[in-house]
């Protein structure tokens, strides 16, 4: 059984979740890609020693990460079970409920029916009698607010949730979802929201500015681009690319239209010393907004590469003037 490196702790760096008691590592481990069934089980649980081998105490999931949907929360919960299970109390285990995971009007959205089911089912995949944060994953235009987020107070007053957090909201919502959650005294901390250089959208919809005034943490997802935003594309699109393989969420055209601005932010990066990816890491976290960072990888050698943006510089004003005037431009 795996036994984790006695000095783990020694590395990693641990940011408040806004203002709550919740910390959570500058850099954290993200299921979204290669947990699911067309990954290797082998691989994955090398991916999570090693990251927890270096202080990385929490891995997010997502009841719709897949293929199949539900099949990372499966991984996940052999890993924990076989392997880690001694560590429990020393991680983060956050899943979600928002997307479409089963047919018929209670399998998707925001109601208290599905948020509430949804929850049951990964933890009954995970093998776990709770998860640390369980989010809502998405806002829904449809179903009142005040019930979907009395669904994340339930199933934190259950105990089957200890914090509850929102995801791809916006900064008007989250700030009415803030209001309820306090008034039922659930303890909301954290966003989960896309942020990277070339994506912008919480600091044009209100959402940073509003995470920061509610003193609520957020978490940035796909903050390299969905890989543009690394050395993967400087040289043409490989074969074994995700733009090859998926296609879903990243597209070749994508890449060729922001082909020169990678470049350019390229050049910038070795300025600085580090790779484009570590740089970007580093942008994201470059203020005290953003709690922590979500990697995704896939292989453990990319885990070890990302962390090393803990240790690199902080940004001159000169720096981030030049990549926001590369990364803002029109193409």
Known sequence: ?????????????????GKSGLKLPEVSLGLWHNFGDTGNFENMKRMCFTA????????????????EPGSAEVHLGRILKEEMGAYRDELIIS?????LMWDGPYGDWGSRKYVLASLDQSLKR?????????????????????ETMGAL????????????????????????ACAILKELKCPFVINQNRYSIFDRTIEKNGLKAAAREEGKGI?????????????????????????????????????????????KLNEIAKERGESLAQMALKWVRKDDDVTSVLIGASKPEQ?????????????????LKRIDEIALREN
């Not at 059984?1 to 979740?17: I, P, S, T, V």
């Not at 927890?52 to 929490?58: A, C, K, L, S, V």
Request: proline residues 3%; aromatic residues 12%.
């Open 219 to 263: 978490i940035a997802f796909s903050p390299l681009a969905q890989g543009m935003l690394t050395d993967r594309y400087l040289k043409g699109i490989p074969s074994d690319s995700r733009i090859c393989t998926d296609g879903r969420f990243l597209q070749e055209q994508t890449v060729e239209t922001n082909l020169q601005k990678i470049h």
């Open 126 to 146: 995970m093998g776990l009698e709770y998860v640390d944060i369980f989010y809502h994953h998405r806002m829904d235009p449809e179903t009142p607010l005040e």
């Open 303 to 319: 885990v070890l590469e990302n962390l090393k943006v803990i240790e690199s510089a902080a940004f001159t004003e000169e720096e």
């Open 95 to 99: 899943t979600k409920a928002g997307y």
């Open 52 to 67: 927890f081998d270096h202080g990385i105490t929490h891995f997010d999931v997502a009841n719709n990460y897949g293929p």
């Open 153 to 176: 107070d339930t199933a934190v007053k259950s105990g089957k949730a200890l914090y509850a957090g929102i995801s791809n909201y916006d900064g008007e919502t989250m700030k009415k």
């Open 1 to 17: 059984m795996y036994q984790a490196d006695k000095k783990r702790y020694e590395g990693m760096k641990y940011n408040r979740c």
